[in-house]
T-cell receptor
Framework: DGGITQSPKYLFRKEGQNVTLSCEQN?????MYWYRQDPGQGLRLIYY???????QKGDIAEGYSVSREKKESFPLTVTSAQKNPTAFYLC????????????FGSGTRLTVV | GDSVTQMEGPVTLSEEAFLTINCTYT??????LFWYVQYPGEGLQLLLK?????DKGSNKGFEATYRKETTSFHLEKGSVQVSDSAVYFC?????????????FGTGTRLQVTL
């Protein structure tokens, strides 16, 4: 079955460390997205990519970095510059068409210890 | 900019009660509108969508109608079940020519009790 796989499901990071969250899709979707979810704040867009080797900042990109070397993969790195990284991170993808809704992964919960 | 406003939760209902979750939006053009559902510890799932004014989206007994005159997309269900307990997100999107960008509301938690 096609879908989006995020790993790991839970991740613990020490202060000052960089960590990378994986996102892989086999839906042949062109666009991929990273969202951050905090309690009571809904979802906020971190980065998105419309095509391989290209990506754009979302609303809260500071302290994060991404790459899009393959169509299927869009990893997110949470750097030590991100001051409050504890959150639930969701990856999504969508087809390149006007009415395309998003398909979401099951998320990664990151906790700073 | 574009925004989505949802009623605050939690909404607590007894099983078989009627559900309404209000959603209004602010947008400069004519976006597509969506309802997503999130069960505990999981990602979001698309529940229904509408792409133009007066369209009605429906799925699993849930319905919502795209009302341009009131800029609303309220979610309704005639008889809720305990299994409907989840967080519901209203969202709008524009197609930029290469990708659709979603803007979400803050979510409304629904709790259904026996």
């Amino acid at each position: 079955d096609g879908g989006i796989t995020q790993s790991p499901k839970y991740l613990f990071r020490k202060e000052g460390q960089n960590v990378t969250l994986s996102c892989e899709q086999n839906l042949n979707h062109d666009a991929m997205y990273w969202y951050r979810q905090d309690p009571g704040q809904g979802l906020r867009l971190i980065y998105y990519s419309q095509i391989v080797n290209d990506f754009q900042k979302g609303d809260i990109a500071e302290g994060y970095s991404v790459s899009r070397e393959k169509k299927e993969s869009f990893p997110l790195t949470v750097t030590s510059a991100q001051k409050n990284p504890t959150a639930f991170y969701l990856c999504a993808s969508s087809p390149d068409r006007e009415d395309g809704g998003y398909t979401f992964g099951s998320g990664t919960r990151l906790t700073v210890v | 900019g574009d925004s989505v406003t949802q009623m605050e939760g939690p909404v607590t209902l007894s099983e078989e009660a009627f559900l309404t979750i209000n959603c209004t939006y602010t947008a400069t053009g004519y976006p597509s509108l969506f309802w997503y559902v999130q069960y505990p510890g999981e990602g979001l799932q698309l529940l229904l969508k509408a792409t133009k004014a007066d369209d009605k989206g429906s799925n699993k007994g849930f319905e919502a109608t795209y009302r341009k005159e009131t800029t609303s997309f309220h979610l309704e269900k005639g008889s809720v079940q305990v299994s409907d307990s989840a967080v519901y997100f209203c969202a709008l999107s524009y197609y930029t020519g290469t990708a659709s960008k979603l803007t979400f509301g803050t979510g409304t938690r629904l709790q259904v009790t026996l």
